[in-house]
């Protein structure tokens, strides 16, 4: 694993007395799909949140160890957690675009970054739809509000918002659990096609959208990481028993 | 097993025949009727305060046969508001005879208005000189159908019964009475307007602070204060208006009247921020919080979520909000009557003394003679009042449907 990313080492993290995530500590490549899969209540998402630390919103919530996103800990005091949500983006599990018309949608990240200029945004709306493969379908509805849109396109509009404001970094949290298969199919595609320019960590419950789009894959349970490897090793020979178990289907 | 289920028998059509289930019959019907009830009771209350101001419409249409005559001859009397219908059938006849284009004559009344005006048992000394400046300039630009006291462009030119409605000023109990609504409708809303841009925002921004920037235990401590300034009983803000405030601000801003418009705006701002407070508060807190999370991820601030995406998303609640606030306001009684000064005056200046519609109500009601005139007057002001709120609300209920639908399910 060269080219390492994000480097966790330690990492737990407390809901209140609840120790929810326990020692994980991994190393996340660049430029590569990382899945994170395991049983429900396991800690994935939880673990995902952790790397933009979006769990700062919840007051009960406790971290101990370290996250180094290329060398530098996003849970230091000095860092601000402003700046780490610019570069790490995230993708959730319910497509939730802005109350807004589709261009407002994405052109809602490059201006709070303080970008004014309408030519310069028109530009960042049509890369991130394209990037998104969703220009073709909405370039003609651009003033129309995003909530009309299919479950389907709204979730690949929250991934173009997200590539609009240019991260290192895509988190997604099952980001095609609520959609039909065709929806999905286009996801991940998608998420092949951005892992050139982006690092790219989904979370998912679907075993094959595991093995389909990534490259390595963490296994979680009950707030541990039982194994990570590359994808291919821990679809055909993992290292440990509760993996293939789950894998295989035997619980989870 | 089967006690619990008496009913429980195989599948056939017997078990299925429908049942007629008493009780459950009579509470849906007493809830419904309830709900009617109340309905009906605010119509009747309508219906009741309208049909009191009726006298007012009843002699109408002869008033406009009337007036109309006399502005061919050049006289244009006001004819106005009787009840040609009810027992004490007199016409009454007030206001602007035609001299009162001249400015020295206004108010006083020609041979032929003498007999018919019947208001001697409340009849005043008439010191209301000064008003006659005002009214000239503007019955002057008048061509030859001479409506003097059209302030405003009263549409309704034939409507001339009307027309002492839509003078500068208020003088109910007079030889020559006159009703200018139009003294007290701009009195009532330069004190709504001061107490919304007052209340307004501050309630806004704490409703935002509350629900987007406060941590849980702070919300659950400044909520329930705002709240609780719900629970002031109007008269006691009037009070404290009328004691503490006025005083503090004639020494900041020295001005003449003490009791004055901005004075009773700042009154009702505090009756008025507990409601706007709640009402936005909870638009802004069922905003999804998706939508926050989404904000934050994309890298924006709190305050950038705030203002970008949770307000926007709860504007038609807050849009409401601020309706029930003028509403609160319009028809504040009590901290009118005690904080304004209760001055029909008209004027722009925010520290004049001003009288409200629902103050003139509350002052006046009590001394006017029954079915007379002014009495018919002031039920014609409380159905207004009523209207108002009525649409008030109506825009309130609308706009919100219209615009949750448009904002939250897409086009």
């Known amino acids: ?252 | 097993m089967n006690s619990p289920h008496p009913n429980k028998q195989t599948f056939t059509k017997e078990s299925l025949k429908k049942q007629f289930r008493l009780s459950e019959f009579l509470a849906e019907k007493v809830i419904s009727s309830v709900a009617f009830l109340s309905i009906a009771v605010i119509f009747l209350i309508f219906i009741f305060v309208f049909k009191e101001s009726l006298p007012l419409f009843g002699f109408n249409d002869k008033a406009k046969a009337n007036t109309e005559i006399q502005t061919t001859t050049g006289a244009a009397i006001e004819t106005y508001g009787s009840e040609t219908s009810t027992a004490d059938s007199e016409p009454e006849t007030y206001g602007a005879p035609a001299e009162s284009l001249e400015p020295e004559t206004y108010g006083s009344p020609t041979e032929d208005l003498n007999p018919v005006v019947e208001e001697t048992a409340a009849a005043e000394p008439e010191t209301y000189g000064t008003v006659t400046e005002d009214l000239n300039p503007d019955s002057a630009s008048e061509d030859v159908v001479a409506i003097d006291e059209k302030v405003t462009g009263n549409k309704e030119g034939a409507d001339k019964t009307w027309s002492t409605f839509f003078s500068t000023e208020w003088v109910p109990v007079s030889d020559n009475p006159r009703f200018g609504l139009i003294a007290l409708f701009i009195g009532t809303l330069k004190v709504t307007i001061i107490a919304m841009l007052i209340a307004g925002p501050l309630a806004i921004l704490a409703a935002v602070y509350t629900s987007c920037f406060a941590s849980n235990r702070r919300k659950e401590i400044i909520k329930p204060i705002i709240e609780m300034l719900a629970a002031f009983p109007s008269v006691v803000i009037g009070f404290f208006a009328m004691m503490v405030l006025a005083t503090f601000f004639q020494d900041i801003f020295g001005y003449d009247s003490r009791l004055n418009a901005f004075i009773g705006g700042v009154a009702m701002a505090l009756a008025a921020i507990p409601i706007i407070y709640t009402i936005s508060e909870d638009a802004l807190s069922s905003v999804p919080k998706t939508y926050t999370e989404a904000s934050l991820a994309l890298g924006a601030s709190k305050a950038q979520t705030a203002f970008s995406v949770i307000l926007p998303a709860a504007t038609p609640g807050i849009f409401a909000a601020l309706l029930l606030g003028v509403g609160r306001v319009f028809g504040e009684t009590m901290i009118a009557l005690m904080a304004t000064g209760n001055a029909a005056l008209l004027s722009a200046n925010p520290f004049e003394s001003v009288r409200t519609f629902a103050a003139t109500i509350g002052s006046e009601m009590a001394e006017t003679v029954f079915g007379e005139t002014h009495y018919s007057v002031l039920f014609f002001i409380g159905s207004l009042l009523f209207i108002f709120s009525f649409i008030l609300n109506a825009v309130a209920e609308f706009y919100v449907k219209g615009r949750l639908i448009k904002k939250f399910q897409g086009k």
């Open chain 1, 1 to 252: 694993m060269r080219d390492i990313k994000i480097q966790v080492n330690d990492l737990s993290l407390y809901y209140g007395e609840k120790k929810a995530l326990k020692e994980i500590s991994m190393q996340i490549p660049a430029n590569k799909v990382t899945a994170l899969i395991g049983p429900s209540g396991c800690g994935k998402s939880t673990f995902l949140r952790c790397i933009n630390r979006m769990n700062d919103l919840i007051p009960s919530v406790k971290i101990t160890g370290e996250l180094l996103v290329e060398g530098i800990d996003i849970y230091d005091k000095n860092v601000d957690v402003v700046n780490i949500r610019k570069k790490i983006g995230m993708v959730f599990q319910k497509s939730n675009p802005f109350p807004k018309s589709i261009y407002e949608n994405i052109a809602y990240g490059p201006r709070i970054n303080g970008i004014k200029d309408k030519t310069q945004l028109d530009e960042i709306v049509e890369t991130s739809l394209r990037q998104a493969a969703i220009w073709d379908e909405l370039k003609d509805r651009l003033g129309d509000s995003a909530l009309g849109l299919s479950g389907g396109q709204q979730q690949r509009l929250c991934i173009a918002r997200t590539l609009a404001v240019s991260p290192d970094i895509i988190l997604m949290d099952e980001p095609a659990s609520a959609l039909d298969p065709i929806s999905t199919s286009k996801i991940e595609e998608l998420v092949h096609e951005l892992k050139e320019q982006y690092t790219i960590i989904i979370v998912t419950h679907n075993m094959q959208q595991a093995a389909r789009t990534s490259d390595h894959t963490a296994f979680f349970y009950m707030g541990e990481l039982i194994e990570m490897g590359k994808t291919n090793t821990i679809f055909t020979k993992p290292e440990k028993k509760q993996t293939e178990d789950y894998i295989t289907g035997r619980f989870g």
